[in-house]
Protein backbone atom coordinates (compact mmCIF):
# COMPACT_ATOMS: atom_id res chain seq x y z
CA UNK A 1 0.00 0.00 0.00
CA UNK A 2 2.71 2.31 0.84
CA UNK A 3 4.06 2.24 -2.72
CA UNK A 4 0.61 2.27 -4.36
CA UNK A 5 0.73 5.60 -1.97
CA UNK A 6 4.07 7.08 -3.74
CA UNK A 7 2.10 6.14 -7.05
CA UNK A 8 -0.63 7.58 -6.40
CA UNK A 9 0.74 11.16 -5.38
CA UNK A 10 3.03 11.29 -8.23
CA UNK A 11 0.40 12.33 -10.68
CA UNK A 12 -3.01 11.31 -12.37
CA UNK A 13 -1.79 7.21 -11.90
CA UNK A 14 -4.81 4.95 -13.11
CA UNK A 15 -2.80 1.89 -12.72
CA UNK A 16 -0.95 0.50 -9.68
CA UNK A 17 0.53 -2.95 -8.40
CA UNK A 18 -1.74 -5.78 -8.84
CA UNK A 19 -2.21 -8.79 -6.58
CA UNK A 20 0.47 -11.67 -7.07
CA UNK A 21 -2.50 -13.83 -8.18
CA UNK A 22 -4.34 -11.45 -10.33
CA UNK A 23 -0.96 -11.13 -12.13
CA UNK A 24 -0.18 -14.83 -12.27
CA UNK A 25 -4.02 -15.81 -13.90
CA UNK A 26 -3.40 -12.74 -16.38
CA UNK A 27 -0.20 -13.83 -17.49
CA UNK A 28 -1.09 -17.68 -17.87
CA UNK A 29 -4.91 -16.64 -19.41
CA UNK A 30 -2.76 -14.74 -22.01
CA UNK A 31 -0.06 -17.58 -22.55
CA UNK A 32 -2.73 -19.94 -22.52
CA UNK A 33 -4.57 -18.43 -25.64
CA UNK A 34 -0.94 -17.60 -27.28
CA UNK A 35 -0.82 -21.15 -28.32
CA UNK A 36 -4.51 -21.42 -29.59
CA UNK A 37 -4.41 -17.86 -31.16
CA UNK A 38 -1.54 -19.57 -33.70
CA UNK A 39 -1.43 -22.85 -35.24
CA UNK A 40 0.84 -24.32 -32.45
CA UNK A 41 -1.80 -25.27 -29.69
CA UNK A 42 -3.82 -26.98 -32.42
CA UNK A 43 -0.98 -28.88 -33.88
CA UNK A 44 0.15 -29.93 -30.69
CA UNK A 45 -3.01 -31.30 -29.03
CA UNK A 46 -3.70 -32.88 -32.39
CA UNK A 47 -0.03 -34.80 -32.90
CA UNK A 48 -0.21 -35.76 -29.42
CA UNK A 49 -3.73 -37.59 -29.59
CA UNK A 50 -2.83 -39.35 -33.24
CA UNK A 51 0.46 -40.29 -31.66
CA UNK A 52 -1.34 -41.94 -28.34
CA UNK A 53 -3.71 -43.57 -30.30
CA UNK A 54 -1.28 -45.00 -32.98
CA UNK A 55 0.89 -46.68 -29.87
CA UNK A 56 -1.96 -47.15 -27.75
CA UNK A 57 -3.60 -49.47 -30.51
CA UNK A 58 -0.64 -51.00 -32.46
CA UNK A 59 2.81 -50.87 -30.20
CA UNK A 60 1.09 -52.05 -26.77
CA UNK A 61 -1.14 -54.53 -28.57
CA UNK A 62 -4.42 -53.62 -27.18
CA UNK A 63 -5.85 -55.20 -30.05
CA UNK A 64 -3.84 -58.38 -29.43
CA UNK A 65 -4.67 -58.33 -25.78
CA UNK A 66 -8.52 -57.79 -26.60
CA UNK A 67 -8.75 -56.73 -22.52
CA UNK A 68 -10.26 -53.74 -21.95
CA UNK A 69 -7.34 -51.43 -19.50
CA UNK A 70 -5.94 -48.83 -19.92
CA UNK A 71 -2.32 -49.44 -18.67
CA UNK A 72 -0.97 -49.74 -22.49
CA UNK A 73 -2.69 -45.97 -22.91
CA UNK A 74 -1.08 -44.63 -20.29
CA UNK A 75 2.50 -46.09 -21.02
CA UNK A 76 2.34 -44.39 -24.55
CA UNK A 77 1.35 -41.21 -23.26
CA UNK A 78 4.03 -41.33 -20.63
CA UNK A 79 6.54 -42.16 -23.69
CA UNK A 80 5.56 -39.22 -25.83
CA UNK A 81 4.79 -36.90 -23.05
CA UNK A 82 8.54 -35.62 -23.21
CA UNK A 83 8.08 -34.86 -26.58
CA UNK A 84 5.26 -33.15 -25.79
CA UNK A 85 6.44 -30.80 -22.71
CA UNK A 86 9.32 -30.04 -24.51
CA UNK A 87 6.99 -28.76 -27.02
CA UNK A 88 4.84 -26.45 -24.34
CA UNK A 89 7.89 -25.16 -22.40
CA UNK A 90 10.35 -24.22 -25.31
CA UNK A 91 8.65 -21.09 -26.19
CA UNK A 92 8.05 -19.99 -22.64
CA UNK A 93 11.29 -17.70 -22.57
CA UNK A 94 13.07 -18.43 -25.62
CA UNK A 95 10.65 -16.75 -27.42
CA UNK A 96 10.01 -13.53 -25.63
CA UNK A 97 13.56 -13.14 -25.46
CA UNK A 98 14.19 -13.77 -29.35
CA UNK A 99 11.53 -11.39 -29.95
CA UNK A 100 12.04 -9.19 -27.74
CA UNK A 101 8.52 -9.09 -25.95
CA UNK A 102 9.91 -10.33 -22.61
CA UNK A 103 11.32 -6.68 -22.03
CA UNK A 104 8.05 -5.01 -22.40
CA UNK A 105 6.58 -7.43 -19.79
CA UNK A 106 9.08 -7.53 -17.32
CA UNK A 107 9.01 -4.02 -16.75
CA UNK A 108 4.71 -3.90 -16.36
CA UNK A 109 4.33 -3.67 -12.21
CA UNK A 110 4.64 -7.70 -11.88
CA UNK A 111 7.21 -10.02 -9.93
CA UNK A 112 9.29 -12.28 -11.93
CA UNK A 113 8.13 -15.23 -9.97
CA UNK A 114 4.37 -14.28 -11.42
CA UNK A 115 5.79 -14.30 -14.80
CA UNK A 116 7.07 -17.67 -14.38
CA UNK A 117 4.22 -19.25 -12.74
CA UNK A 118 1.68 -17.36 -14.75
CA UNK A 119 3.56 -18.84 -18.03
CA UNK A 120 3.70 -22.46 -15.93
CA UNK A 121 -0.04 -22.57 -15.81
CA UNK A 122 -0.49 -21.40 -18.66
CA UNK A 123 1.19 -24.32 -20.79
CA UNK A 124 -0.31 -26.70 -17.93
CA UNK A 125 -3.41 -25.18 -19.13
CA UNK A 126 -2.89 -26.35 -22.90
CA UNK A 127 -1.33 -29.62 -21.04
CA UNK A 128 -4.67 -30.16 -19.59
CA UNK A 129 -6.64 -29.15 -22.77
CA UNK A 130 -4.49 -32.20 -24.72
CA UNK A 131 -4.99 -34.85 -21.88
CA UNK A 132 -9.07 -33.97 -22.23
CA UNK A 133 -8.79 -34.87 -26.36
CA UNK A 134 -7.24 -38.04 -25.51
CA UNK A 135 -10.30 -38.95 -22.87
CA UNK A 136 -12.23 -40.18 -26.45
CA UNK A 137 -10.11 -43.59 -25.94
CA UNK A 138 -11.26 -44.18 -22.46
CA UNK A 139 -14.92 -43.35 -23.27
CA UNK A 140 -14.28 -46.07 -26.43
CA UNK A 141 -12.72 -48.64 -24.16
CA UNK A 142 -15.70 -48.29 -21.94
CA UNK A 143 -17.67 -49.32 -24.95
CA UNK A 144 -15.88 -52.84 -25.20
CA UNK A 145 -16.17 -53.87 -22.06
CA UNK A 146 -16.24 -52.91 -17.79
CA UNK A 147 -13.34 -50.23 -16.78
CA UNK A 148 -12.10 -49.79 -14.03
CA UNK A 149 -12.03 -46.15 -13.42
CA UNK A 150 -9.83 -45.97 -10.51
CA UNK A 151 -6.60 -46.77 -12.56
CA UNK A 152 -7.94 -44.44 -15.24
CA UNK A 153 -8.35 -41.61 -12.62
CA UNK A 154 -5.08 -42.26 -11.35
CA UNK A 155 -3.14 -42.55 -14.62
CA UNK A 156 -4.71 -38.88 -15.78
CA UNK A 157 -3.79 -37.61 -12.44
CA UNK A 158 -0.20 -38.94 -13.17
CA UNK A 159 0.41 -37.70 -16.64
CA UNK A 160 -1.11 -34.47 -15.30
CA UNK A 161 1.32 -33.80 -12.70
CA UNK A 162 4.64 -35.33 -14.20
CA UNK A 163 3.94 -33.22 -17.44
CA UNK A 164 3.93 -30.51 -14.68
CA UNK A 165 7.33 -31.64 -13.68
CA UNK A 166 8.72 -31.75 -17.53
CA UNK A 167 7.02 -28.22 -18.05
CA UNK A 168 9.30 -26.56 -15.43
CA UNK A 169 12.32 -28.57 -16.44
CA UNK A 170 11.87 -27.45 -20.07
CA UNK A 171 10.94 -23.44 -18.64
CA UNK A 172 14.34 -23.53 -16.52
CA UNK A 173 15.57 -24.58 -20.04
CA UNK A 174 14.31 -22.19 -22.06
CA UNK A 175 14.77 -19.38 -19.69
CA UNK A 176 18.93 -20.12 -20.11
CA UNK A 177 18.29 -20.50 -24.07
CA UNK A 178 17.40 -17.85 -26.94
CA UNK A 179 16.96 -19.87 -29.22
CA UNK A 180 13.96 -22.46 -29.12
CA UNK A 181 15.18 -24.92 -31.13
CA UNK A 182 18.17 -25.79 -28.58
CA UNK A 183 15.47 -25.44 -25.84
CA UNK A 184 13.46 -27.98 -26.93
CA UNK A 185 16.25 -30.31 -27.92
CA UNK A 186 17.89 -30.22 -24.87
CA UNK A 187 14.69 -30.46 -23.03
CA UNK A 188 13.83 -33.09 -24.60
CA UNK A 189 16.83 -35.61 -24.51
CA UNK A 190 17.27 -34.64 -20.83
CA UNK A 191 13.34 -36.02 -19.90
CA UNK A 192 14.54 -39.14 -21.74
CA UNK A 193 17.09 -39.54 -19.48
CA UNK A 194 14.95 -39.35 -16.66
CA UNK A 195 12.39 -41.03 -17.83
CA UNK A 196 14.30 -43.64 -19.06
CA UNK A 197 16.61 -44.01 -15.63
CA UNK A 198 14.76 -47.13 -14.34
CA UNK A 199 15.17 -48.97 -17.51
CA UNK A 200 19.01 -49.53 -16.54
CA UNK A 201 18.82 -50.47 -13.20
CA UNK A 202 19.58 -54.24 -13.69
CA UNK A 203 22.98 -52.94 -14.22
CA UNK A 204 23.17 -50.93 -10.96
CA UNK A 205 24.16 -52.28 -7.74
CA UNK A 206 21.42 -52.06 -5.12
CA UNK A 207 22.08 -48.95 -3.04
CA UNK A 208 22.64 -46.96 -6.20
CA UNK A 209 19.67 -48.30 -8.28
CA UNK A 210 17.12 -47.45 -5.32
CA UNK A 211 18.27 -43.86 -5.60
CA UNK A 212 17.45 -43.85 -9.20
CA UNK A 213 14.73 -45.79 -9.14
CA UNK A 214 13.37 -42.72 -7.55
CA UNK A 215 14.60 -40.16 -9.27
CA UNK A 216 12.86 -41.79 -12.31
CA UNK A 217 9.77 -40.38 -13.56
CA UNK A 218 8.39 -43.28 -15.54
CA UNK A 219 8.28 -44.89 -11.90
CA UNK A 220 6.21 -42.67 -10.35
CA UNK A 221 4.03 -42.24 -13.10
CA UNK A 222 3.12 -46.51 -12.97
CA UNK A 223 2.99 -45.99 -9.26
CA UNK A 224 -0.05 -43.63 -9.68
CA UNK A 225 -1.09 -45.35 -12.98
CA UNK A 226 -1.81 -48.69 -10.29
CA UNK A 227 -4.51 -46.37 -8.78
CA UNK A 228 -2.59 -45.81 -5.42
CA UNK A 229 -1.48 -42.06 -4.89
CA UNK A 230 1.63 -42.50 -2.62
CA UNK A 231 3.23 -39.29 -0.83
CA UNK A 232 6.48 -40.46 -2.30
CA UNK A 233 4.94 -39.67 -5.60
CA UNK A 234 3.50 -36.53 -4.68
CA UNK A 235 6.52 -35.09 -3.07
CA UNK A 236 8.91 -36.31 -6.21
CA UNK A 237 6.48 -34.08 -8.86
CA UNK A 238 5.83 -30.92 -6.42
CA UNK A 239 9.76 -30.63 -5.94
CA UNK A 240 11.15 -31.21 -9.51
CA UNK A 241 8.02 -28.72 -10.12
CA UNK A 242 9.78 -26.05 -7.43
CA UNK A 243 13.06 -26.51 -9.02
CA UNK A 244 12.21 -26.09 -12.11
CA UNK A 245 10.30 -22.83 -11.70
CA UNK A 246 13.00 -21.63 -9.12
CA UNK A 247 15.51 -21.89 -11.65
CA UNK A 248 13.50 -20.40 -14.45
CA UNK A 249 12.91 -17.68 -11.85
CA UNK A 250 16.71 -17.22 -10.85
CA UNK A 251 17.16 -16.66 -14.24
CA UNK A 252 14.70 -14.15 -15.29
CA UNK A 253 16.09 -12.41 -12.27
CA UNK A 254 19.55 -12.32 -12.97
CA UNK A 255 18.45 -10.84 -16.59
CA UNK A 256 21.57 -12.52 -18.33
CA UNK A 257 20.73 -12.27 -21.75
CA UNK A 258 20.66 -8.25 -21.52
CA UNK B 1 5.43 20.99 -7.33
CA UNK B 2 6.81 22.09 -10.20
CA UNK B 3 10.44 21.47 -9.16
CA UNK B 4 10.00 18.05 -7.89
CA UNK B 5 12.92 15.74 -9.18
CA UNK B 6 10.92 12.79 -11.37
CA UNK B 7 14.30 10.75 -12.41
CA UNK B 8 17.25 10.94 -10.68
CA UNK B 9 20.43 8.86 -11.87
CA UNK B 10 23.72 9.12 -9.31
CA UNK B 11 26.94 7.38 -10.20
CA UNK B 12 24.81 4.80 -12.54
CA UNK B 13 27.19 2.41 -13.68
CA UNK B 14 26.55 -0.56 -15.72
CA UNK B 15 29.22 -3.10 -16.36
CA UNK B 16 29.27 -6.42 -18.44
CA UNK B 17 32.38 -7.84 -17.75
CA UNK B 18 35.09 -5.37 -17.95
CA UNK B 19 33.10 -2.98 -20.52
CA UNK B 20 31.03 -0.21 -19.07
CA UNK B 21 27.86 0.32 -20.89
CA UNK B 22 27.49 3.29 -18.67
CA UNK B 23 30.08 4.88 -16.15
CA UNK B 24 28.81 6.80 -13.94
CA UNK B 25 25.91 8.78 -15.16
CA UNK B 26 24.42 12.12 -13.26
CA UNK B 27 21.76 13.40 -14.12
CA UNK B 28 18.21 14.68 -12.79
CA UNK B 29 15.01 15.00 -14.60
CA UNK B 30 12.25 17.29 -13.11
CA UNK B 31 8.51 17.21 -13.58
CA UNK B 32 6.88 18.65 -16.84
CA UNK B 33 10.38 18.53 -18.08
CA UNK B 34 10.75 16.94 -21.62
CA UNK B 35 14.53 15.89 -22.39
CA UNK B 36 15.95 14.47 -25.46
CA UNK B 37 18.98 11.70 -24.88
CA UNK B 38 21.19 11.62 -27.63
CA UNK B 39 24.07 9.25 -28.29
CA UNK B 40 25.23 7.25 -31.51
CA UNK B 41 24.61 3.20 -31.10
CA UNK B 42 26.64 1.47 -27.97
CA UNK B 43 26.86 5.04 -26.22
CA UNK B 44 24.68 3.52 -23.49
CA UNK B 45 21.64 5.17 -23.76
CA UNK B 46 18.84 1.72 -24.20
CA UNK B 47 21.34 0.91 -21.27
CA UNK B 48 20.37 3.71 -19.33
CA UNK B 49 16.61 3.44 -19.91
CA UNK B 50 16.86 -0.12 -19.13
CA UNK B 51 17.80 0.37 -15.91
CA UNK B 52 15.51 3.54 -15.43
CA UNK B 53 12.50 0.87 -15.72
CA UNK B 54 14.06 -1.60 -13.91
CA UNK B 55 14.10 -4.52 -16.70
CA UNK B 56 18.52 -4.75 -15.86
CA UNK B 57 20.35 -3.75 -12.36
CA UNK B 58 22.90 -1.72 -12.63
CA UNK B 59 26.32 -2.37 -11.75
CA UNK B 60 26.68 0.67 -8.83
CA UNK B 61 25.22 3.81 -7.96
CA UNK B 62 21.70 4.72 -8.00
CA UNK B 63 18.51 5.73 -9.87
CA UNK B 64 15.17 6.73 -8.85
CA UNK B 65 12.39 7.15 -10.31
CA UNK B 66 9.01 9.23 -9.24
CA UNK B 67 11.23 8.96 -5.75
CA UNK B 68 11.14 5.33 -5.75
CA UNK B 69 14.33 3.38 -6.13
CA UNK B 70 14.74 1.06 -8.49
CA UNK B 71 16.57 -2.01 -6.88
CA UNK B 72 14.45 -1.08 -3.84
CA UNK B 73 11.17 -0.56 -4.91
CA UNK B 74 11.10 -1.93 -8.28
CA UNK B 75 7.77 -2.78 -8.55
CA UNK B 76 6.59 0.87 -7.66
CA UNK B 77 8.78 2.67 -9.48
CA UNK B 78 7.43 0.79 -12.68
CA UNK B 79 4.24 1.06 -11.70
CA UNK B 80 4.77 5.26 -11.80
CA UNK B 81 6.68 5.17 -15.80
CA UNK B 82 5.12 3.81 -19.03
CA UNK B 83 7.99 2.69 -21.02
CA UNK B 84 8.37 2.13 -24.94
CA UNK B 85 11.07 -0.08 -25.40
CA UNK B 86 13.32 0.28 -28.94
CA UNK B 87 11.22 -0.89 -31.65
CA UNK B 88 8.40 -1.76 -29.90
CA UNK B 89 8.35 -5.53 -28.98
CA UNK B 90 4.86 -6.75 -28.75
CA UNK B 91 3.08 -9.68 -28.86
CA UNK B 92 2.61 -10.43 -32.25
CA UNK B 93 -0.27 -13.12 -32.34
CA UNK B 94 -2.68 -10.73 -30.13
CA UNK B 95 -5.31 -8.47 -31.34
CA UNK B 96 -4.52 -4.73 -30.59
CA UNK B 97 -7.11 -4.48 -27.89
CA UNK B 98 -6.64 -8.25 -26.49
CA UNK B 99 -3.12 -6.39 -25.61
CA UNK B 100 -4.22 -3.44 -24.44
CA UNK B 101 -6.37 -5.37 -22.15
CA UNK B 102 -3.57 -7.75 -20.61
CA UNK B 103 -1.77 -4.58 -20.16
CA UNK B 104 -4.72 -2.82 -18.39
CA UNK B 105 -5.04 -6.02 -16.25
CA UNK B 106 -1.18 -6.03 -14.94
CA UNK B 107 -0.89 -2.36 -14.60
CA UNK B 108 -3.88 -3.06 -11.65
CA UNK B 109 -6.25 -0.67 -13.39
CA UNK B 110 -9.91 -1.06 -12.11
CA UNK B 111 -11.51 -3.42 -14.79
CA UNK B 112 -14.68 -0.49 -14.91
CA UNK B 113 -12.06 2.06 -16.46
CA UNK B 114 -10.73 -0.72 -19.20
CA UNK B 115 -12.80 0.53 -21.74
CA UNK B 116 -12.59 4.21 -20.98
CA UNK B 117 -8.81 4.04 -20.77
CA UNK B 118 -8.26 1.95 -23.78
CA UNK B 119 -10.86 4.26 -25.65
CA UNK B 120 -8.73 7.31 -24.50
CA UNK B 121 -5.01 6.04 -26.04
CA UNK B 122 -6.75 4.26 -29.16
CA UNK B 123 -7.83 8.00 -30.05
CA UNK B 124 -4.60 9.84 -28.59
CA UNK B 125 -2.59 7.23 -30.57
CA UNK B 126 -5.01 7.40 -33.99
CA UNK B 127 -5.18 3.76 -33.71
CA UNK B 128 -8.65 3.57 -35.06
CA UNK B 129 -7.56 2.22 -38.25
CA UNK B 130 -5.51 -0.81 -36.33
CA UNK B 131 -8.61 -1.89 -34.91
CA UNK B 132 -9.89 -3.92 -38.05
CA UNK B 133 -6.95 -5.95 -38.38
CA UNK B 134 -6.87 -10.05 -36.44
CA UNK B 135 -3.72 -9.26 -34.64
CA UNK B 136 -0.62 -6.73 -34.05
CA UNK B 137 1.90 -8.66 -36.30
CA UNK B 138 -0.37 -7.55 -39.21
CA UNK B 139 0.46 -3.85 -38.48
CA UNK B 140 2.94 -1.69 -40.15
CA UNK B 141 5.99 -1.35 -37.87
CA UNK B 142 4.68 2.51 -37.53
CA UNK B 143 1.53 1.32 -36.33
CA UNK B 144 3.05 -1.39 -33.87
CA UNK B 145 5.09 1.67 -32.81
CA UNK B 146 1.92 3.58 -31.50
CA UNK B 147 -0.17 0.03 -30.14
CA UNK B 148 3.42 0.13 -27.90
CA UNK B 149 2.88 4.10 -27.38
CA UNK B 150 -0.61 3.40 -26.55
CA UNK B 151 0.40 0.64 -23.82
CA UNK B 152 2.82 3.38 -22.08
CA UNK B 153 0.41 5.42 -22.09
CA UNK B 154 -2.28 3.56 -21.10
CA UNK B 155 -2.08 4.23 -17.55
CA UNK B 156 -2.16 7.67 -17.45
CA UNK B 157 2.09 7.38 -16.11
CA UNK B 158 3.53 11.37 -14.65
CA UNK B 159 6.81 9.87 -16.20
CA UNK B 160 7.43 8.27 -20.38
CA UNK B 161 10.52 6.84 -20.88
CA UNK B 162 10.49 6.33 -24.85
CA UNK B 163 13.49 4.53 -26.42
CA UNK B 164 13.52 5.88 -30.04
CA UNK B 165 10.18 6.51 -30.62
CA UNK B 166 9.77 7.65 -33.85
CA UNK B 167 12.42 5.34 -35.57
CA UNK B 168 10.23 3.25 -37.30
CA UNK B 169 7.59 6.25 -38.20
CA UNK B 170 7.40 7.86 -41.51
CA UNK B 171 7.31 11.89 -41.73
CA UNK B 172 4.21 12.33 -41.13
CA UNK B 173 3.80 10.87 -38.28
CA UNK B 174 7.10 11.94 -36.82
CA UNK B 175 5.99 15.37 -37.17
CA UNK B 176 2.53 14.38 -35.36
CA UNK B 177 4.08 11.90 -32.55
CA UNK B 178 6.51 15.36 -31.79
CA UNK B 179 3.62 17.58 -31.55
CA UNK B 180 1.81 15.30 -29.34
CA UNK B 181 5.31 14.72 -26.98
CA UNK B 182 4.98 18.56 -26.54
CA UNK B 183 1.35 18.57 -25.64
CA UNK B 184 1.64 15.78 -23.23
CA UNK B 185 5.07 16.85 -21.92
CA UNK B 186 3.27 19.95 -20.61
CA UNK B 187 2.41 17.96 -17.19
CA UNK B 188 4.51 14.64 -17.35
CA UNK B 189 7.88 13.82 -17.20
CA UNK B 190 8.91 12.76 -20.54
CA UNK B 191 12.51 11.13 -21.54
CA UNK B 192 13.11 10.24 -25.11
CA UNK B 193 15.91 8.83 -27.35
CA UNK B 194 16.80 9.35 -30.58
CA UNK B 195 19.73 10.21 -33.11
CA UNK B 196 17.65 12.17 -34.79
CA UNK B 197 18.70 15.32 -34.34
CA UNK B 198 16.14 17.56 -35.67
CA UNK B 199 13.48 16.01 -33.77
CA UNK B 200 15.30 16.81 -30.46
CA UNK B 201 15.46 20.51 -31.48
CA UNK B 202 12.01 20.80 -32.23
CA UNK B 203 10.43 18.69 -29.23
CA UNK B 204 13.27 18.77 -25.94
CA UNK B 205 13.87 21.80 -24.19
CA UNK B 206 16.59 20.09 -22.79
CA UNK B 207 18.92 17.61 -24.38
CA UNK B 208 21.30 15.13 -22.48
CA UNK B 209 24.13 13.85 -25.11
CA UNK B 210 25.89 11.12 -23.70
CA UNK B 211 28.87 9.51 -25.30
CA UNK B 212 30.86 6.20 -24.39
CA UNK B 213 28.95 5.48 -21.75
CA UNK B 214 29.67 8.96 -19.95
CA UNK B 215 27.55 12.28 -19.93
CA UNK B 216 29.15 15.10 -22.62
CA UNK B 217 26.39 17.17 -22.17
CA UNK B 218 23.18 18.76 -20.48
CA UNK B 219 21.36 21.65 -21.95
CA UNK B 220 19.13 23.19 -23.91
CA UNK B 221 19.62 22.51 -27.32
CA UNK B 222 20.07 26.44 -28.16
CA UNK B 223 22.64 26.57 -25.86
CA UNK B 224 24.65 23.54 -26.64
CA UNK B 225 25.00 25.24 -30.31
CA UNK B 226 25.99 28.42 -28.67
CA UNK B 227 28.87 27.01 -25.96
CA UNK B 228 30.46 25.33 -28.49
CA UNK B 229 32.27 28.60 -29.60
CA UNK B 230 33.12 27.58 -33.20
CA UNK B 231 31.57 29.09 -36.55
CA UNK B 232 31.73 27.12 -39.58
CA UNK B 233 32.03 28.05 -42.92
CA UNK B 234 31.40 26.80 -46.25
CA UNK B 235 34.58 27.80 -48.89
CA UNK B 236 33.52 26.83 -52.62
CA UNK B 237 35.82 27.55 -56.08
CA UNK B 238 36.04 26.49 -59.15
CA UNK B 239 38.35 23.34 -59.50
CA UNK B 240 39.49 24.41 -62.98
CA UNK B 241 39.93 28.12 -62.41
CA UNK B 242 40.79 30.12 -65.13
CA UNK B 243 44.38 31.97 -65.01
CA UNK B 244 44.23 35.40 -65.19
CA UNK B 245 45.77 36.93 -68.68
CA UNK B 246 48.51 39.36 -66.24
CA UNK B 247 50.14 35.80 -64.98
CA UNK B 248 50.09 34.31 -68.41
CA UNK B 249 50.22 34.33 -72.12
CA UNK B 250 47.47 32.90 -72.97
CA UNK B 251 44.51 31.55 -70.96
CA UNK B 252 45.19 28.46 -69.45
CA UNK B 253 43.49 26.51 -66.75
CA UNK B 254 44.58 25.53 -63.32
CA UNK B 255 43.35 22.66 -61.90
CA UNK B 256 43.04 22.55 -57.97
CA UNK B 257 42.51 19.22 -55.80
CA UNK B 258 40.92 19.06 -52.98
CA UNK B 259 43.86 17.77 -51.30
CA UNK B 260 45.61 21.08 -52.23
CA UNK B 261 42.50 23.42 -51.23
CA UNK B 262 42.42 21.53 -47.65
CA UNK B 263 46.11 21.83 -47.33
CA UNK B 264 45.78 25.77 -48.10
CA UNK B 265 42.71 26.45 -45.81
CA UNK B 266 44.77 24.95 -42.99
CA UNK B 267 47.38 26.99 -43.51
CA UNK B 268 45.84 30.26 -42.65
CA UNK B 269 45.67 28.88 -39.46
CA UNK B 270 46.36 25.55 -37.58
CA UNK B 271 43.86 25.56 -35.67
CA UNK B 272 41.46 24.96 -38.03
CA UNK B 273 39.32 22.35 -38.56
CA UNK B 274 38.72 21.44 -42.73
CA UNK B 275 36.77 19.21 -44.06
CA UNK B 276 35.53 18.34 -47.16
CA UNK B 277 31.87 19.37 -48.39
CA UNK B 278 29.82 18.57 -51.36
CA UNK B 279 30.16 21.08 -54.09
CA UNK B 280 28.46 21.15 -57.47
CA UNK B 281 29.90 19.47 -60.43
CA UNK B 282 33.20 21.33 -61.40
CA UNK B 283 33.96 22.74 -58.12
CA UNK B 284 35.23 21.71 -54.74
CA UNK B 285 33.97 22.84 -51.49
CA UNK B 286 35.43 22.72 -47.63
CA UNK B 287 33.63 22.79 -44.27
CA UNK B 288 35.85 25.21 -42.21
CA UNK B 289 35.38 24.84 -38.19
CA UNK B 290 36.93 27.74 -36.64
CA UNK B 291 36.01 29.78 -33.57
CA UNK B 292 33.70 32.34 -33.55
CA UNK B 293 36.05 35.07 -31.74
CA UNK B 294 37.80 35.53 -35.08
CA UNK B 295 36.17 36.14 -38.95
CA UNK B 296 37.56 33.46 -40.96
CA UNK B 297 36.04 35.32 -44.43
CA UNK B 298 38.88 37.57 -44.65
CA UNK B 299 41.26 35.26 -44.02
CA UNK B 300 39.45 32.90 -46.94
CA UNK B 301 39.14 35.44 -49.52
CA UNK B 302 42.37 36.67 -49.12
CA UNK B 303 43.57 33.22 -50.35
CA UNK B 304 41.60 32.93 -52.96
CA UNK B 305 42.93 36.16 -54.37
CA UNK B 306 46.16 35.20 -53.63
CA UNK B 307 45.64 31.99 -55.04
CA UNK B 308 43.98 33.14 -58.26
CA UNK B 309 41.07 30.46 -57.66
CA UNK B 310 37.89 31.46 -58.44
CA UNK B 311 35.31 32.01 -55.43
CA UNK B 312 32.18 30.67 -56.16
CA UNK B 313 30.77 30.58 -52.73
CA UNK B 314 31.89 31.56 -48.97
CA UNK B 315 29.73 31.37 -46.18
CA UNK B 316 29.47 31.90 -42.62
CA UNK B 317 27.05 29.60 -40.56
CA UNK B 318 25.90 29.06 -37.33
CA UNK B 319 27.20 25.88 -35.45
CA UNK B 320 23.98 23.31 -35.90
CA UNK B 321 23.45 20.88 -32.87
CA UNK B 322 24.41 18.02 -34.87
CA UNK B 323 27.69 19.67 -35.01
CA UNK B 324 27.88 19.67 -31.63
CA UNK B 325 26.71 16.17 -31.15
CA UNK B 326 29.33 15.23 -33.65
CA UNK B 327 32.07 17.02 -31.23
CA UNK B 328 31.20 15.57 -27.88
CA UNK B 329 30.73 11.96 -29.49
CA UNK B 330 33.77 12.05 -31.69
CA UNK B 331 35.89 8.89 -31.33
CA UNK B 332 32.79 6.97 -31.22
CA UNK B 333 32.88 4.31 -33.86
CA UNK B 334 31.10 5.52 -36.96
CA UNK B 335 29.16 8.25 -35.54
CA UNK B 336 28.70 10.44 -38.40
CA UNK B 337 27.61 7.68 -39.99
CA UNK B 338 24.93 6.69 -38.04
CA UNK B 339 24.02 9.93 -37.60
CA UNK B 340 23.57 10.42 -41.21
CA UNK B 341 21.67 7.13 -41.97
CA UNK B 342 19.30 8.40 -39.52
CA UNK B 343 18.76 11.11 -41.71
CA UNK B 344 20.11 15.14 -41.19
CA UNK B 345 18.95 18.37 -42.13
CA UNK B 346 21.88 18.57 -43.43
CA UNK B 347 23.21 15.81 -45.81
CA UNK B 348 26.86 17.56 -46.77
CA UNK B 349 27.64 18.09 -42.98
CA UNK B 350 27.36 14.72 -42.22
CA UNK B 351 29.72 13.54 -44.63
CA UNK B 352 32.08 14.95 -43.87
CA UNK B 353 31.80 13.10 -40.23
CA UNK B 354 34.01 10.41 -41.58
CA UNK B 355 36.63 12.43 -42.19
CA UNK B 356 36.37 14.20 -38.53
CA UNK B 357 36.05 10.69 -36.75
CA UNK B 358 39.59 9.98 -38.25
CA UNK B 359 40.84 13.23 -37.02
CA UNK B 360 41.50 12.54 -33.17
CA UNK B 361 41.25 15.94 -31.94
CA UNK B 362 38.91 15.24 -28.55
CA UNK B 363 37.62 18.78 -28.35
CA UNK B 364 34.98 17.86 -25.57
CA UNK B 365 36.69 19.21 -22.89
CA UNK B 366 36.14 22.71 -23.94
CA UNK B 367 32.28 22.08 -24.00
CA UNK B 368 31.86 20.82 -20.62
Known sequence: MAEKATAGSSGALVGGIGAPIANVLTIAGREFRAYFNGPMGYIVVTMFTLFVGILFFFLFGTLVLRKTTLQPMFQSMSALLPLLCAALSMRSFSEERQRGTIELLITLPVRDADVVVGKFFGSLGVLLVTLLATVTYPIAMSRMGDLDSGPVIGGYIGILLGGGAYIAIGMAFSSYMRDQLSSFIVTVLFLYVLWFVDKTLIFLPQGVSSVFEYLCSDFHFKSIARGVIDTRNLVYFATVITAGLMIAARSLSSRRWS | ?368
Request: glycine share 8%; with cysteine; net charge negative.
Open chain 2, 1 to 368: MATDVMIEARDLTKRYGTYAAIDKLNFSIRRGEVVGFLGPNGAGKSTTMRVLTCFIAPSSGTATVGGNDVFEKPLAARSVVGYLPQRAPLYQEMGVIEYLQFVAKLRAISASEHKARIKKVVDICGLGDALTKDSIGELSKGFQQRVGLAQALLHDPPILILDEPTSDLDPIEKAEFIEYIKAIGRDRTVMLSTHNLAEVEQSCPRVLIVSKGKLAADGAPEDLANRSGKARYVFEIDADSQKSPSHARESSKLHVSIDELMESVRGIDKDLKVMSHASDPGSIAVQVLGDSARDYRRDLFNLAVQKQWTLLELRKDVVQLEEVFRELTVGDAKAGDRIAAAGLKKPEASKSAKDKDEDEDDESEDKE
